[in-house]
């Protein structure tokens, strides 16, 4: 079946304005999971939703982050007035209730001029 | 401290070696312990994944976790030129929340 996608697949955007990335589970999964990969620091854990709430959103690094997700189904990541600091890969994952397995998507690579 | 080390320094191999590599982590309350693999521009795959202290096999690919060293490693046998990828190790507790090393590229010369 299909995998975990995510759009778009690459972003550009400059300093100061918002962006929001999508992510699509795969069908069924009702844990969702928001990571970030930069250069240097390795895969960050930013956000967990468990249907279409949010337990943990201790990862998020500032309050320009946020995310929501519907019907338990898709989420959407938003990041206000970005900064060139947001610049890294964006993944998403998801798992079956508290599976161990997540699946990841491809990513959006973000870059803040 | 971060909550998982993995030393990210690049490694090349030729085809046939045995790629060792490992991690290790800081606290008892971790879980489960998890293998990801990483092609170039792609999203992170499960290799394998274990609870307990121990080896688990699978394929080419072995797992192994000292819980009272805090250490885990995996092994690739046989190495092909297709294993040349990132390699992370992810350990877990709770909600499934990862904590993720940084990752050992790994080149497997033909």
């Known amino acids: 079946g299909a995998g975990v996608s995510q759009s778009p697949s690459n972003k550009v955007t400059e300093k100061g304005k918002d962006v929001e990335l999508r992510c699509d589970p795969i069908?069924?999964?009702?844990?969702l999971y928001w990571y970030r990969q930069s250069l240097g620091q390795g895969l960050e854990f930013l956000i967990y939703f468990q249907g279409n709430s949010a337990p943990d959103k201790s990862g998020l690094p500032s309050d320009r982050f946020s995310a929501e997700r519907t019907g338990g189904s898709v989420s959407t990541l938003t990041i206000q007035r970005t900064q060139q600091e947001d610049s890294a890969v964006y993944l998403c994952?998801?798992?079956?209730?508290?599976?161990?397995?997540?699946?990841f998507g491809p990513g959006t690579r973000l870059t803040v001029t | 401290q971060k909550e998982v080390e993995q030393d990210p320094g690049p490694l090349s191999v030729p085809e046939g070696a045995i790629v060792s590599l490992n991690c290790t982590y800081s606290n008892s309350a971790f879980q489960y312990f998890m293998w990801y693999r990483q092609y170039s521009r792609k999203g992170p795959e499960l290799l394998m994944y274990?609870?307990?202290?121990g080896n688990k096999e699978d394929g080419r690919f072995t797992a192994q976790v000292d819980k009272s060293s805090k250490y885990i490693s995996l092994f690739i046998r046989d190495s092909q030129p297709s294993d040349s990828a990132t390699y992370l190790c992810a350990i877990g507790y709770g909600n499934n929340r990862l904590a993720f090393g940084k990752g050992n590229q790994v080149v497997v010369i033909p």
């Open positions: 994952a998801s798992s079956m209730g508290q599976g161990v397995e997540q699946y």
């Open positions: 274990t609870y307990s202290s």
């Open positions: 069908s069924g999964h009702t844990a």
